[in-house]
Nanobody, 118 residues
Framework: QVQLVESGGGLVQPGGSLRLSCEAS????????VGWFRQTPGKEREGVSC????????YYADSVKGRFTISRNNRRNTVYLQMNSLKPEDTAVYYC???????????WGQGTQVTVSS
């Protein structure tokens, strides 16, 4: 069964932090890399971060390097995105999805809204 369920979005002030969670089916975690994408109205979905399933290699978009951290808890079948020093331009719908670097490999969750505003 293919399942990706995001949680943890919300409203936060600039400079604040949020942690997004993605509960994934065991099948996906065993065979795919899982990461995070985001999309704002009128723009294409962009790859934010990806955690390779085979060797743990991480990818981060230049815009989030040094501020966001991706991690995984295998016992909980969950992938996290810790977002620190948030900026208004980080406002978007964040999607958990299967990934290869900055690209999608086909599976998506339903998305969670992150709004950074004072």
């Amino acid at each position: 069964q293919v399942q990706l369920v995001e949680s943890g979005g919300g409203l936060v002030q600039p400079g604040g932090s949020l942690r997004l969670s993605c509960e994934a089916s065991r099948f996906l975690l065993d065979y795919y890399s899982v990461g995070w994408f985001r999309q704002t109205p009128g723009k294409e979905r962009e790859g934010v971060s990806c955690l390779a399933s085979n060797d743990g290699t991480t990818y981060y978009a230049d815009s989030v390097k040094g501020r966001f951290t991706i991690s995984r808890n295998n016992r909980r079948n969950t992938v996290y995105l810790q977002m620190n020093s948030l900026k208004p331009e980080d406002t978007a719908v964040y999607y958990c999805g299967t990934c290869s670097g900055s690209s999608s490999t086909g599976y998506w969750g339903q998305g969670t809204q992150v709004t950074v505003s004072s």
